[in-house]
């Protein structure tokens, strides 16, 4: 049972390949939390915000349109 396991392979196993080299790619995580902190709203919750799809698509409205200011408190309750 010992040297089969593949909690043991992982554990003294050796990786095989090479990590890429440069920066990390950009998540689309990321790309959300940049504009987000543009906008002056990096402190919002907005997972919880996209799951109510209307006051997400209001958020990425008012986000797009660059006339109007951005109050991030109006999309929190």
């Keep these: 049972m010992g040297e089969e396991r593949g909690v043991y392979r ?3 196993g050796k990786p095989e390949g090479k ?4 920066r990390p790619r950009r998540r689309w ?3 959300i939390r ?3 902190q ?5 402190y919002m919750d907005w997972i919880g ?7 997400w698509r ?20």
């Design 10 to 12: 992982v554990l003294v």
């Design 19 to 22: 990590r890429q080299l440069g």
């Design 29 to 31: 995580v990321d790309n």
């Design 34 to 36: 940049m504009e987000l």
């Design 38 to 42: 543009e906008v002056g709203c990096g």
């Design 49 to 55: 915000l996209a799951l109510d799809r209307d006051r």
């Design 58 to 77: 209001t958020l990425v409205s008012a986000v797009m349109n660059l006339g109007r200011s951005v109050k991030c408190g109006e999309f929190l309750d």
